[in-house]
């Protein structure tokens, strides 16, 4: 899976990130923080001009789930 080890470096340090980056838009490689931001936007143009894309992860630094699942809600109803 493509950056597998960012995500699971996130997951293994998500409460010592959030002490130091709550809020922020990180940008994580190679099991290393190499930026953070204030705007996913921010994160990105930094990041690409620096790296290949694929090569890092952007992921906002909360606590909890909320940081990396999403609910979607829709009024369609299947029969």
Same mark, same amino acid.
């Given at each position: 899976?493509?950056? %597998?080890? @960012?995500?699971?470096?996130?997951? !293994?340090? &998500?409460?010592?990130?959030?002490?130091?980056?709550? +809020? $922020? =838009?990180?940008?994580?490689? %190679?099991? @290393?923080?190499?930026?953070?931001? !204030?705007? &996913?936007?921010?994160?990105?143009?930094?990041?690409? +001009? $620096? =790296?290949?894309?694929?090569?890092?992860?952007?992921?906002?630094?909360?606590?909890?789930?909320?940081?990396?699942?999403?609910?979607?809600?829709?009024?369609?109803?299947?029969?």
């Amino acid at each position: 899976m493509a950056l %597998e080890t @960012e995500f699971k470096y996130f997951l !293994d340090h &998500q409460d010592e990130l959030v002490l130091k980056y709550e +809020g $922020k =838009f990180l940008v994580i490689r %190679e099991n @290393e923080v190499v930026g953070a931001f !204030d705007s &996913q936007a921010n994160a990105y143009n930094d990041a690409i +001009g $620096k =790296f290949k894309l694929g090569t890092f992860l952007i992921q906002r630094c909360i606590p909890g789930e909320a940081a990396y699942r999403q609910t979607f809600h829709s009024r369609v109803i299947f029969s």
